[in-house]
C-alpha cells in the first residue's frame, strides 16, 4: 500500500470539478480536476506539504488535516472513512514494518459446515483478491453454466474484467465492475498481492479495469440486488448479504431470491417442481 493515501488523494483531486468548489473553470487546465495549489488553498495546507502527501514522502497526516482534505475534495462518508482507512494502514506499517498479511486461501471446517447448511439459497466464500474458495450444489448449478467455475482457481473479479459471458450475463455488469474494484481497495492491507492481481488483470483487459483501477471507487456495499440473465432458467434477480470472516480475509456470500419468479427459476436449477413442499431441517 505504498503510496496509496496520496494517490487516492490525487484521484479525488483530478475528479472534482473547479466549478464544484466555487472556482472558475478557466481556459487553459492541462489536466482535469482542481490544480495542486487550489486544493492546499481550499485545505489551508502548503503546496509543498500536499505534494509530499501525493506522492507518498509523508504518510501520516494529523486527523485535523485529513478533515480539512476531506471537507476541501467534498468526500462522502465512504471516501472519507476510506481516507481514514488509508491513514491508519500507514502508520499500522509504520509500528510493524516488515509484516504483511498473506491472502488467505484456507477454509475452516465450520465454514463449509455453513455453506452446506444453507441448501435452498446460493452461497460461496471469496477471498480478498476475488478468488472462490468454496461454494454449496445450488451455488455451483447457477454459476457453472454462466462460466464462473471454470478452471482450477475460479477468480469472481476475474470473470467480471476478463470473460465476455459476464457482460452477457449481467446487465449491471458497469455496476458489478465498479463494486470489484471498490473491494479490491477497501480490502487491501499492505499485501502485494492485491496490487500484483490487480497489475496482472491490467495487463490483460486494459481500460475496463485499469481506469476504475486509477478513479479508486471504494463504495462497496455489503447488501443488495443482481440481476442475472441465466443461460438455462432465464432472468434471476438476486439479493445479496455479506458476511465478513476471519478479520475480514474472507467473505461469505449468501444469495436470496428476490422475487416469485426467480424463488421458481432457483427451483429449477434444484430440479423441484414450483410449489413442491421443502424439508425444514429441525
Do not use: K
Amino acid at each position: 500500500m505504498d503510496g496509496e493515501l496520496g494517490a487516492f488523494l490525487r484521484s479525488r483531486r483530478e475528479a472534482l470539478r473547479p466549478e464544484q468548489v466555487g472556482l472558475p473553470a478557466g481556459l487553459r487546465r492541462r489536466a482535469p480536476g482542481l490544480r495542486r495549489a487550489e486544493l492546499a488553498t481550499l485545505a489551508q495546507v502548503s503546496v509543498e506539504y500536499l505534494t509530499r502527501l501525493e506522492q507518498g514522502r509523508d504518510t501520516r497526516p494529523s486527523p485535523e488535516i485529513l478533515a480539512a482534505l476531506a471537507d476541501a475534495l467534498r468526500l462522502d462518508e465512504d471516501d472519507r472513512q476510506h481516507l481514514r482507512q488509508l491513514a491508519a494502514v500507514n502508520h499500522h506499517r509504520q509500528l510493524c514494518a516488515g509484516r504483511r498479511p498473506s491472502v488467505s486461501r484456507t477454509v475452516r471446517p465450520e465454514a463449509r459446515l455453513l455453506l452446506d447448511a444453507l441448501r435452498d439459497r446460493p452461497a460461496y466464500l471469496v477471498n480478498r483478491i476475488g478468488e472462490l474458495l468454496a461454494w454449496n450444489d445450488l451455488f455451483d448449478r447457477l454459476a457453472r453454466p454462466l462460466g464462473l467455475l471454470d478452471g482450477d482457481r475460479p477468480n469472481l473479479v476475474w470473470y467480471v474484467f476478463a470473460d465476455q459471458r459476464a457482460r452477457e450475463h449481467f446487465p449491471d455488469w458497469a455496476e458489478l465492475a465498479d463494486q470489484q474494484v471498490a473491494e479490491l481497495h477497501r480490502l487491501r492491507q499492505g499485501d502485494p498481492a492485491t496490487d500484483e492481481f490487480a497489475e496482472r488483470l491490467g495487463r490483460t483487459v486494459g481500460t475496463p479495469f485499469t481506469s476504475r483501477w486509477r478513479r479508486r471507487p471504494v463504495s462497496a456495499s455489503s447488501s443488495g440486488v443482481r440481476w442475472l440473465r441465466h443461460p438455462e432458467v432465464g432472468p434471476v434477480r438476486l439479493g445479496y448479504e455479506t458476511l465478513a470472516l476471519t478479520d475480514d480475509q474472507q467473505r461469505l456470500v449468501v444469495q436470496l431470491p428476490a422475487d416469485a419468479a426467480s424463488v421458481e427459476a432457483l427451483d429449477r436449477l434444484l430440479g423441484r417442481r414450483p410449489g413442491q413442499l421443502r424439508s425444514v431441517a429441525g
